[in-house]
């Protein structure tokens, strides 16, 4: 068991570019989920996968941002256009199905300059 | 709709002290209960969960947290603190039955402890 890994670690962007994140769950679960956490605040649910579909969006911060998780395994979430205000760690969570504890990764924080 | 409130965003101890960390939550439906940690530049990692068994709950680390219904509370203890406890630390609530799980965090209470 490798745990939740997430890729890359730090990022580092010009306002306007755009940016992907990759978040590896751990290998059996099927439920994945994505998170933001700005500075002195707990994190902010986005979205979550169970296996390929991605069954709750409506908490996505705008029409920018977008995730995908095509076969079930691995997912990545796409900012657009980036704002300063986009700057912040996110975090991937993944969990068993009927299971609530969820594990986090070590997160992606991004820099919009 | 679920909430969470974290009285103090900063707690100072000293190391042997009792550590108390308060979380009040607002939930329509039963709830679970989470207690993360997090240490700096890195992601969370659980300390201890209510899923609606014991009320007491034990977790890692010798914290434990208790469960009190009348009081919408679920606030984390540890007997004696050890320098390594500082971090921040986050309480979570998501409801049964909820579907997707999301949790709902508050903002975090940073403890630090003084030698």
């Known amino acids: 068991d490798t745990g939740v890994s997430q890729d890359p670690r730090h990022k580092i962007t010009k306002r306007g570019q755009n940016v992907t994140f990759r978040c590896d769950p751990i290998?059996?679960?099927?439920?994945l989920y994505w998170y933001r956490q700005t500075l002195g605040q707990g994190p902010e649910f986005l979205t979550y996968?169970?296996?390929?579909?991605?069954?709750?969006k409506s908490r996505l911060l705008s029409d920018r941002f977008s995730a995908e998780r095509p076969k079930g395994s691995f997912s990545t979430l796409e900012i657009q256009r980036t704002e300063q205000g986009d700057s912040a760690m996110y975090l991937c969570?993944?969990?068993?199905?009927?299971?609530?504890?969820?594990?986090f990764g070590p997160g992606t924080r991004l820099t919009v300059t | 709709a679920q909430s969470v409130t974290q009285l103090g965003s900063h707690v100072s101890v000293s190391e042997g002290a009792l550590v108390l960390l308060r979380c009040n939550y607002s939930?329509?439906?039963?709830?679970?209960l989470f207690w993360y940690v997090q240490y700096p530049n890195q992601g969370l990692q659980l300390l201890l969960k209510?899923?609606?068994?014991?009320?007491l709950v034990k977790g890692i680390n010798g914290f434990e947290a208790e469960f009190k219904k009348s009081e919408t509370s679920f606030h984390l203890t540890k007997p004696s603190a050890h320098m390594s406890d500082a971090a921040e630390y986050f309480c979570?609530?998501?409801?049964?039955?909820?579907?997707?799980?999301?949790?709902?965090f508050g903002k975090g209470t940073k403890l630090s402890v003084i030698p």
């Open positions: 290998s059996e679960h099927n439920r």
């Open positions: 939930s329509s439906v039963p709830p679970y």
């Open positions: 209510y899923t609606s068994a014991a009320t």
């Open positions: 996968f169970q296996n390929e579909a991605q069954l709750e």
């Open positions: 969570a993944s969990s068993l199905d009927l299971e609530h504890e969820q594990y």
């Open positions: 979570a609530v998501t409801e049964k039955g909820a579907g997707s799980y999301q949790l709902t």
